[in-house]
């Protein structure tokens, strides 16, 4: 075994990659795919370091128009603050290097796994830089096709790198795709029927969409929407567009998102947001405070008392002189006010000893400990399914009818 992981640490010989290696130091491995290999690099000039992807062209004979396909798509899309940088390329006649920046927080899926799940805080702020990358590459006619966490990048800010271009197209006008590819999790309805019926019509720039809703579903609460032990079922449940916001987790979760969520996992492409809209969507759109306040005059007599005192309030204010320390201090205190107002419907009641007992799942401290700890155990995607629960795993009511039928099959 150990022979075979030192076969596989091999660097590609230098005399197939000269150039490569003039420039850059090759280190550590970071992943590995199919037939690829990314090490940690540093150019040798600036000591700066970067993400090497080493392909091995002799394993499959299409991957050197496939990745030279994928380094024209990255050209296309270059400069976007969220989307991977392609910094150096170098062909030989059996390896590919891709010199990619290094995004040294790894995989959104592997920060995922750690924390579980992310606030609406951090699921809009990731969301957002998403749906910009996804802008930036649509508005170039190119349609991504694998979007899901493995292939998102986190920088040393934790922003958002999109990246894995490999199943990417660029669409000339109006051409529709027919062939299947991506990851069954995220396909979109239509990618399935595609290859399912000879008279569709095909797909789009919509399947990014979609798996943009999969994506946002997974982030707030730890697991795929349609996930499913058998994959039958769970391509079944993406074709109807089937799936809930009744676990516990969603209690928690306010109306915005899920409205987002809604809108984005709509089976009939036409109607679902582009990413345009989606940027639009209203959880986008935060408003901290309301600073017109004629509706609440309207809203009182013009002999009531409280009116006269907001009318003797506003004057005091036009006559008082302008303090621009005293104004922005007292904006910041009142947009903390309004926000720990906002949140007052989800502070936690106190924790007793006898809730807990009860149902320990539907407390979220405590879900968040159980999903952390189950997460280490049985792994990131084991989270629920058709007749498969995480809560059921910590229900440990007695057995107490087959206890009994053992039993009685015990006695003469």
Not at 82 to 103: A, P
Not at 213 to 221: A, D, H, K, R
Not at 256 to 269: A, F, H, M, T, Y
Request: hydrophobic share 40%.
């Amino acid at each position: 075994m150990a022979k075979e992981d030192e076969n596989e640490d091999v660097l590609p010989d230098k005399d197939a990659a000269k150039e490569f290696y003039a420039k850059y130091e090759p280190k550590e491995i970071l992943g590995r795919g199919i037939s690829s290999t990314v090490r940690r690099c540093i150019e040798k000039e600036t000591g700066v370091e970067f993400a090497a992807k080493i392909i091995d062209l002799s394993a499959d004979g299409d991957n050197k128009s496939a990745t030279m396909e994928e380094v024209r798509i990255l050209r296309v899309v270059a400069g976007h603050p969220y989307i991977i940088q392609l910094h150096d390329v170098f062909e030989s006649s059996t390896f590919i290097f891709l010199v990619f920046e290094l995004c040294k927080h790894g995989e959104l899926f592997d920060y995922l796994t750690s924390v579980v799940t992310l606030s609406e805080k951090k699921t809009r702020y990731i969301m957002r830089q998403l749906l910009e990358a996804l802008s930036h590459v649509h508005s170039h006619d190119i349609v991504h096709r694998d979007l899901k966490p493995e292939n998102i990048l986190l920088d040393d800010a934790m922003n958002v790198k999109l990246t894995d271009f490999g199943f990417a197209r660029i669409l000339k006008q109006g051409e529709m795709l027919h062939d299947l590819c991506g990851t069954p999790g995220y396909l979109a309805p239509e990618v399935l029927k595609s290859n399912m019926f000879e008279n569709s019509p095909g797909y789009g720039q919509a399947v990014d969409m979609w798996a943009c809703g999969v994506i946002m579903y997974t982030l707030l609460v730890g697991c795929p929407p349609f996930w499913h032990r058998k994959q039958m079922v769970m391509l079944r449940n993406i074709m109807d567009g089937k799936y809930s916001f009744t676990s516990p987790e969603w209690s928690d979760i306010t109306e915005e998102p899920k409205d987002l969520i809604r809108k984005l996992l709509v089976v009939n492409p036409a109607e679902r947001l582009t990413v345009r809209e989606a940027l639009q969507h209203p959880f986008f759109q935060l408003v901290l405070w309301d600073q017109d306040i004629a509706p609440l005059k309207k809203s009182l007599g013009t002999s009531s008392r409280r009116l006269s005192r907001i009318s003797q309030l506003a004057m005091e204010l036009k006559a008082s002189s302008f303090d621009a320390r005293k104004k922005f201090h007292f904006a910041i205190l009142v947009v903390r006010a309004m926000v720990r107002i906002s949140r007052l419907r989800y502070t936690p009641e106190p924790l007793s000893v006898e809730s807990s007992r009860g149902d320990p799942y539907k407390i979220k401290v405590l879900r968040k400990v159980i999903d952390a700890c189950a997460f280490r155990v049985y792994g990131h995607w084991v989270k629920k399914g058709e007749g498969q629960n995480r809560a059921a795993l910590f229900e440990n009511t007695p057995k107490v009818e087959l206890k009994n039928l053992y039993m009685s099959n015990l006695s003469p």
